[in-house]
């Protein structure tokens, strides 16, 4: 039985996640193990984290739209597309186990690790954004892959669509930023259905979570725009090694927790 702490730590973890995942990517590497720490198998803790991610791209949508960001249609386009894919993606992940689910992740995170270190590179001028034409298409198909590995896992789809919406359809972070969380939001919630169609999701812990996230994100999204493409960019870069290290180490990291931090009681 969970005591009044842990919903205190879940709305932190939300706030933390919600920031993380609005100006970068990767915050369910955080949110999903905390779920599974209270108790919820990864197949319930993957469609619970779907709830807040759902509250929480709806809370960012609103906070750049206050600040006059806005990438209509194209970001209705590429979430249609996006929402196709997850329902393939979401009805794959009812019965996914940890250890398939980690070598994936891994995977993903180290692709995208490559693409920042060898990524090319773009001058101010050049960043003439490509939205129409076979530029849209392109993205579009793109998209419906991204929305199968978004109802799929999610966790760490936020730097892939950044950096392709930078470096292909060449908008600037903070517009790249818009976008993603508007298509999130529309293809997360077929996902949540697929999900809860198939009762796996805590909905209880799903809302406490999402008072969280909710609230990381309409900081997130008011204060990265304020900040501009520098500060989205060295957050990016920080974002994705920290994640990259946190999956290679990631079995290291929990006996250490156990340790020297939590009392043996949660560890066995």
Known sequence: MLEWYHYLLLVAVGFAVGFINTVAGGGSLLSLPTLIFLGLPPAVANGTNRVAIVIQTAMATAGFKSKGISTYPLNIYLGIAAFLGSIIGAYIAVDIDGETFNRILAIVMLAVVLIIIFKPKMRVGELEERLTGKYLWVSLIVFFFFGIY???????????????????????????????????????????????FNDKIDWKLGFILAIGNGSGAWFASRFSVKKGDGFIKTFLVVAVIVMAVKLWFGDQLMDWICNYILSDDYCS
């Not at 789809?157 to 060449?170: D, E, K, T």
């Open 150 to 196: 978004g109802g799929f896992i999610n966790a760490g789809l936020g730097f892939l669509m950044m950096l392709f919406m930078h470096f292909y359809n060449r908008m600037n972070l903070v517009r790249v930023n818009a976008t993603k969380v508007a298509v999130v939001f529309i293809y997360m919630l077929a996902a949540l259905a697929v999900f809860a």
